[in-house]
């Protein structure tokens, strides 16, 4: 009887505790069809690796030293897009979780979530599903079933539609966002966020189209109708920056 060759997938670890990168890492070295070709302390490093190695998954901490998980997996999705990300976190924020999917990442791992389930996350992903603890989904959904008039069907089943949609805006997409809604011209956003003016019209010009909306004013309503934003969060930024 002729056997069946299984594919091995090549996964990029990027972790800076070094005892939870080795705890992970021997885990995924108990199966036989996971190959961990690279470990990384650093979002440089990582990228290196990943660069070096072209890997089928890699695996994301949202702390790193000297840039911010999601950010790298921004980076990782845009070269080359047919990296699978999982977002690795103590973090369950339900905003966390939404810019972790809007940057690129393809599922979400809590590190509080049991060793099965991260194994059940990395063969998920690599048959290209995405994959989120229910623990962290759930109030997600809830969230949206009950405040978001547009998704008054919304359920768990298809939350990985919603959260994969293109129009998601990524992390820096929506701060921008919401210092628009906070009354900040281009200058004062670009100063608050160590960017150029330049590239804060770029932002904003991929967030009216993401939003299918030609004014700030319309930007700020469909912002506070999806959620994306509420009225304490604009009064806190606008404190922050002493708008009032």
Not at 99 to 105: H, I, K, R, V
Not at 232 to 238: K, L, Y
Request: aromatic content about 6%; hydrophobic content about 35%.
């Amino acid at each position: 009887m002729t056997s069946i060759a299984t594919q091995t997938i090549k996964i990029v670890l990027v972790e800076d505790h070094k005892i939870t990168r080795f705890g992970i890492s021997t885990l995924l070295s108990t199966k036989a069809d996971l190959q961990v070709c690279g470990e990384a302390a650093t979002a440089a490093e990582g990228l290196n690796l990943v660069e070096l190695h072209q890997p089928d998954i890699v695996i994301i901490d949202i702390n790193l030293p000297d840039k911010n998980g999601l950010e790298l997996t921004e980076e990782i999705k845009y070269k080359y897009s047919n990296i699978k990300v999982i977002v690795l976190s103590g973090e369950t924020q339900k905003e966390i979780v939404k810019s972790a999917f809007g940057n690129g990442a393809d599922s979400y791992c809590s590190k509080l979530a049991e060793d099965e389930k991260l194994l059940e996350a990395v063969y998920a992903t690599s048959r290209g599903e995405s994959w989120v603890d229910s623990k962290i989904s759930k109030p997600i959904v809830e969230e949206f079933r009950t405040n978001r008039k547009e998704v008054v069907q919304f359920s768990e089943q298809n939350f990985y539609q919603y959260m994969l949609r293109p129009d998601r805006l990524t992390a820096k997409e929506l701060e921008v966002l919401q210092l628009i809604c906070a009354g900040m011209s281009n200058e004062e956003i670009a100063t608050n966020l160590c960017i150029s003016p330049g590239t804060v019209r770029t932002h904003t010009h991929k967030i009216f189209q993401k939003l299918n909306v030609n004014s700030r004013t319309q930007a700020m309503r469909v912002a506070i109708e999806r959620g994306l934003v509420d009225t304490e969060t604009i009064a806190r930024i606008r404190r922050k920056y002493n708008k009032e």
